[in-house]
């Protein structure tokens, strides 16, 4: 990464290194914290052109091997589904309340076609991020870890700035040497250092051959070690070279996230958890319910407590020593 950045004061520098020592390993122990984050995100958008504001909403569950994506359309009414589990993949779809359809099913070992693929981009577009939002910049989902360990980020300032009493970093970045066909050219990070480096604001400057845009993007937090997102302000002005007229996009989020203390089951990501029949051949080990595990506990713990009192009153019984009795002899 390019190092030093001209014009700026000695006070600077040393922030730019701190910023540079600190922030990236931040990022990455944040997103290390919350990589089981699941819950729900709600949200509208208005666009130029769009009819109507779109209102969607995405839940997103987790395990370690396991992954399911709901994806609402509230506008609409529609609904769809994308999941993985260790012996398939599966897209559900399902209309203004109807039941669910089977889309597409792919087996472990059917995963090399292009159509699994598909549903394994969209895991990771929407689910995988969803959580992570906040530490990716907007709008091509770039890792802010990455972007600034990126030999192409060169730092145009790093200085320190007050919001409402609160110490934040701003910082001032370009990527000249980005060939993207929609390339980011710079941006600007406003990041808190005591949470983590966490954005509060991101800007993010693209530039293709038809026109320029900007992105900005305003963060909410829940309180926490790792604070997870709880609301996100975003807005896009996108202007063609050949229209005066720009085009414009703004969005709000609502996000419901945690780090649960117990991960779902692998049973809550198969068919069988959306009212479906499970593949031919597909067979599960059902788990051993709870309640067999505590009456086994129960027992167990009786078995020692007895062990326990026998020994302890064998204890305690005197040791007599037998004496031997015969006639007298003369």
Request: proline residues 7%; hydrophobic residues 35%.
């Amino acid at each position: 990464m390019s190092g030093s950045v001209s014009g700026q004061s000695p006070n600077s520098k040393e922030l730019q290194k701190r910023f540079e020592a600190e922030a990236p390993a931040a990022w990455d122990e944040f997103r290390q914290a919350n990589r089981y984050a699941q819950g729900t995100w709600k949200g509208e958008t208005e666009a130029t052109g769009l009819a109507d504001k779109y209102r969607g909403e995405t839940e997103l569950k987790v395990n370690e091997t396991c992954r399911v994506l709901r994806v609402t359309d509230r506008t609409a009414n529609t609904s769809e589904v994308f999941a993985q589990n260790p012996k398939y993949w599966f897209h559900l779809k399902s209309g203004k309340g109807k039941a669910w359809i089977l889309f597409e099913l792919y087996q472990t070992e059917q995963f090399n076609s292009d159509n699994a693929k598909e549903i394994d981009r969209r895991l990771n577009e929407y689910g995988g991020r969803m959580a992570e939002n906040s530490v990716r910049l907007n709008p091509d989902e770039q890792l802010l870890s990455e972007l600034i360990r990126s030999p192409q980020t060169r730092f145009i300032s790093v200085i320190s700035s007050q919001q409402d009493g609160v110490e934040l970093v701003e910082v001032k970045f370009e990527t000249p040497e980005n060939t993207n066909p929609r390339k980011l050219t710079g941006g600007v990070l406003l990041l808190q250092p005591t949470r983590n480096w966490l954005p509060v604001k991101t800007t993010a400057f693209t530039r293709n051959r038809v026109g320029t845009g900007t992105h900005t993007v305003q963060f909410e937090y829940l309180p926490g070690q790792y604070p997870l997102p709880r609301h996100a302000d975003s807005g896009e002005v996108y202007q063609l070279f050949t229209d005066p007229n720009p085009w414009k996009s703004s969005s709000t989020g609502d996000y419901n996230f945690r780090v649960p203390e117990r991960l779902p089951d692998t049973q809550e990501f198969t068919l069988t958890a959306f009212g479906l029949p499970e593949p031919v051949g597909v067979v599960w080990v059902k788990p051993t319910p709870r309640y067999v595990w505590f009456l086994a506990a129960a027992v167990v713990f009786a078995l020692v407590a007895i062990t326990f009192r026998w020994l302890a009153r064998r204890r305690e019984t005197p040791s007599i020593s037998p004496t031997l009795s015969g006639p007298a002899t003369t």
